[in-house]
């Protein structure tokens, strides 16, 4: 019984909540990926990697091709482009017409993405305008991240702990107090998860 694009996996679950049978096993796997697509929309980015695919971008300039909303980079097979608005990529372009950026993030110690694309020498990327064809540009790669963080693995770890046990407590109260009567579970994201996933947040842009 596989988890899928999980965080974490079924058996680290249950070792964190010492679980020991696999009568649980469904609800255990549904905690995980709700708690992972919970994380990807926290984060608005998703740290598993596609297989190769094309997606289709435009630049905001003829040098610069932020990828932002289309999602992280981890390499590149082909990048072509429409040069004519025909809507047919018909330039593929050589590796040597562009650089893969940050420079470092393959080699940082928790390995990151590229999140833009230089052209370099005469290579210009075609923009496009308010009156003409958008979709100029082609990627065809690897998208995600190379490996999940391990801070997203940890979260991942917490919150679908959390979602497991709230089971039990369908109304929000997980237990009673002689004193100061029902005790709750918070309405907030765990203040760890939060602090975790912070630094891998994408940060979201919005125009009036």
Same mark, same amino acid.
């Given at each position: ?23 649980? $096993? ?8 709700a708690?992972?697509?919970?994380? $990807? ?16 971008? $435009?630049?905001? $300039? ?13 390499s590149?097979?082909?990048?072509? !482009?429409?040069d004519?608005l025909d809507?047919?990529?018909? !330039?593929t372009?050589?590796?040597s ?8 993030a ?10 833009s694309?230089?052209?370099?020498g ?9 009156v ?17 963080p391990?801070?997203?693995h940890e ?7 959390r ?46």
């Amino acid at each position: 019984m596989a988890v899928g694009d999980g965080y974490c996996t079924l058996v680290e679950l249950k070792e964190r909540v010492s679980i020991d049978d696999t009568i649980d $096993d469904l609800q255990i796997i549904s905690a995980i990926g709700a708690s992972s697509r919970w994380i $990807d929309e926290h984060c608005q980015r998703s740290f598993n990697q596609t297989t190769s695919q094309a997606r289709v971008l $435009d630049a905001g $300039d003829y040098r610069t091709l932020c990828l932002g909303e289309f999602g992280d980079l981890v390499s590149v097979m082909t990048l072509k !482009t429409d040069d004519n608005l025909d809507g047919v990529f018909e !330039t593929t372009w050589a590796a040597s017409d562009y650089q893969l950026l940050p420079i470092v993030a393959p080699t940082r110690p928790d390995p990151h993405p590229y999140t833009s694309i230089r052209s370099t020498g005469t290579r210009f990327f075609p923009l496009a305008s308010c009156v003409g064809r958008l979709g100029l540009i082609e990627v065809t790669g690897v998208w995600g991240w190379p490996a999940v963080p391990d801070a997203v693995h940890e979260a991942c770890l917490i919150q679908s702990a959390r979602v497991f046990k709230r089971r039990h407590s369908p109304e929000g109260v997980t237990g009673w107090q002689s004193e100061f009567g029902p005790i709750r579970v918070s309405a907030r994201a765990d203040p760890d998860v939060e602090a975790l996933l912070a630094p891998y947040r994408r940060t979201v842009v919005l125009v009036a």
